[in-house]
């Protein structure tokens, strides 16, 4: 009797089977964080200049937009004087070490710039607003900067429109990783600023080196704001001022110079100025007063219609000896007298858990051994209302109005006030966009936008994308937007004015930004004025 | 016949990487006009969703990690993933995602994933 025929196992599987298999493991592999490689925005081939398409921008029904000024170089604000003239900053200063001239240019018809203050090599001048003249009294009828300090201490500075400078404050703690950020002027006629911090997550690192500052300030660190206590956690890193030996490395502690170890319940003397923080001084100068901290980047602030005050904190980055995965770029609500959380913590949650853990490293280890404790401000201003710190161990921090996307680098900030425009008290948000691999590995370019966010809900949508894809104009070889830095509303509410950084790569190696690629962008609705 | 087998296999394979990795994923407002939000539960699946789960997977799209528009999974998988977590994706606890809030996310997704 003949055998039966064997049949190779791999024929007896049915094709329904193996194909699906095959859908399974595509889908597994498209969806997996591990396998598939990142593909971060600034991730183009860099090219001179840039195209320029509205119609490569897609709004909601009914709103418009068009380029209003181009060929700016590194482009941070904007503002408008008594007149309703449009002035713009340009930066003097770009991530990457790109060094330029920090200006504030008056803008006129069909590109024209006249030049109305020029600062030297202490940039980037981040923000500018204008106090109207008509309002009287001294220091009215003049613009007010923040120059962030990235060679010697960030300023507040004042300039006349006879284009004379003057310093209201020096040497604030900018010699790191973030500036001085956002001037506002509040209700209570107060000039309010935010002072970013020096590092990632607390420890200085070789991520700083890389950044370019720690070669420079060797010593620069956090500075709290209030004394705080120390878990005495240290982090090994590696040491690049002796790059020659390669197994040298060097064990660093939180709110210390690199190299510096610290021990449990340590005690880091708080100060003013200080890191992550948000002050305020009176338009005539003086010793900053401080207003909240805990923050991280506190880049965009602004006072809502009601006079509510909201600050745009830039999140954790996946980066340096403390790397946070996975911390969203954070809409808080600002009380006099709170911290907010950081090094510890992301909106109201902790980051000791597998939510902010790196896939395949560590879970981020507790900073501070307990919260700073509450204090009260020495004059509250009564339209901003302080807020009872909680305890550390009972109680997180306070929880953000929204979290916006992980690395999108929620950069700018203002309100809509005007029924022509639309969407009336809703916060605007500008997406500068991630610097992926720097900050982080994404699976696809995040930010490049401008968002609305609706407070009362803690909803963002989009408001302002590039039709064909993810990403930045010249990644999608479109002529849409690129990195949006800033926003802010005309005096009269019925136009938004976008400014847009222009084209930056970024690399292993660093951010590359190109010059004079900036524009400013205006959009508006139609039948709204 | 195996070679026709192995062409049907190919495509399948294909087919699925461009569908599940390539489709387009982008729901917003500007391209697609404003979601319906009248349903109680897809209001409030968007809040929540904002809060948990937007930060990595802005407006249902890619960013941190992958877009969720563009996976055809049941509602019952998208659940599970988020309660239990997958790869990269951190796991959702009850006490951090109750049951309902978990039901009305799902119910915003599959309203986005209609949406336009």
């Known amino acids: 009797m003949p055998e039966s025929p064997v049949r190779s196992p791999s024929t007896r599987v049915p094709p329904v089977l193996l194909a699906a298999t095959l859908a399974l493991a595509s889908f597994l592999f498209t969806s997996c964080y591990i396998l598939r490689p990142g593909q971060g925005g600034g991730k183009i081939k860099s090219e001179a200049g840039r195209k320029l398409d509205p119609g490569d921008i897609a709004l909601p029904a009914g709103y418009r937009i068009e380029a209003i000024a181009t060929g700016l170089t590194f482009p941070t604000a904007v503002t408008f004087d008594d007149t309703g003239a449009l002035y713009a900053v340009e930066g003097g200063y770009a991530y990457g070490e790109e060094w330029g001239v920090p200006r504030l240019l008056k803008v006129m018809k069909n590109n024209v710039f006249v030049p109305i203050a020029v600062g030297d090599s202490n940039g980037p001048w981040t923000g500018v607003t204008y106090v109207a003249a008509k309002e009287g009294g001294a220091g009215k009828g003049s613009f007010y900067l923040t120059e962030g300090g990235q060679l010697r201490g960030g300023r507040v500075l004042r300039i006349g429109m006879d284009g004379n400078i003057q310093a209201l404050v020096e040497n604030l703690p900018s010699l790191g990783d973030h500036h001085t950020n956002a001037p506002v002027i509040g209700p209570d006629g107060m000039l309010y600023f935010g002072q970013g911090t020096a590092t990632n997550s607390g420890v200085v690192g070789t991520d700083d080196y890389k950044f370019g500052w720690l070669a420079r300030h060797r010593t620069f660190h956090d500075t709290p704001c209030q004394d705080i206590t120390l878990s005495g956690v240290n982090y090994l890193s590696k040491n690049p001022f002796t790059s020659g030996k390669k197994k040298d490395t060097v064990e660093t502690g939180a709110f210390s110079p690199f190299g510096s170890t610290t021990i449990p319940g340590q005690v880091v003397k708080g100060e003013v100025p200080c890191n992550g923080s948000i002050m305020r001084i009176s338009l005539q100068g003086g010793k900053p007063e401080l207003v909240a901290w805990g923050l991280r980047n506190p880049f965009a602030l602004a006072f809502a219609p009601d006079g509510r005050f909201f600050a745009l904190d830039n999140g954790y980055d996946q980066r340096g000896s403390r790397p946070i995965w996975g911390a969203g770029e954070l809409l808080w609500e600002i009380h006099q007298g709170t911290w907010y959380g950081w090094p510890d913590f992301s909106g109201s949650k902790s980051l000791a858990v597998s939510e902010f853990t790196p896939p395949h490293g560590d879970t981020p280890e507790r900073l501070l051994e307990k919260a700073p404790v509450p204090w009260l401000p020495t004059h509250a201003s009564a339209d901003i209302v302080p807020h009872p710190v909680p305890s550390y161990q009972d109680d997180p921090p306070p929880a953000p109005m929204a979290v916006l996307p992980v690395h999108s680098s929620a950069d700018g900030l203002d309100f809509s006030r005007a029924p022509e425009f639309g969407y009336e008290n809703q916060a605007f948000v500008a997406e500068f966009g991630d610097m992926a691999p720097g900050v982080g590995k994404v699976l696809e370019p995040v930010g490049f936008k401008i968002s609305r966010v609706d407070l009362a809900r803690g909803v963002a949508e989009d408001f302002a994308i590039n039709r064909k894809g993810l990403g930045p104009a010249s990644k999608l070889k479109a002529g849409g937007l690129e990195r949006p830095v800033s926003l802010r509303f005309s005096p009269d509410g019925k136009s938004l004015y976008v400014v847009d950084f222009g084209v930056m790569a970024v690399s292993k190696h660093g951010p590359k930004a190109q010059k004079q690629t900036g524009v400013i962008w205006r959009i508006w609705k139609e039948n709204g004025q | 016949m195996k070679t026709r087998v192995r062409i049907v296999l190919l495509s399948c394979a294909l087919g699925s990487w461009f569908f599940f990795g390539c489709a387009a994923g982008r729901r917003s407002e500007p391209l697609r006009g404003s979601l319906d ?80």
């Open chain 2, 37 to 116: 939000v009248s349903n109680p539960k897809v209001a409030h699946g968007q809040v929540v969703f904002m809060n948990q789960c937007d930060k990595c997977h802005p407006g249902g799209d890619a960013g941190l990690g992958p877009s969720l528009n563009n996976k055809p999974l049941p509602g019952f998988l998208l659940g599970f993933q988020a309660r239990h977590g997958m790869g990269a994706m951190p796991a959702f606890d009850k006490e951090e995602l109750p049951q309902t809030d978990l039901d009305d996310v799902v119910a915003y997704l599959k309203a986005l994933r209609r949406n336009g």
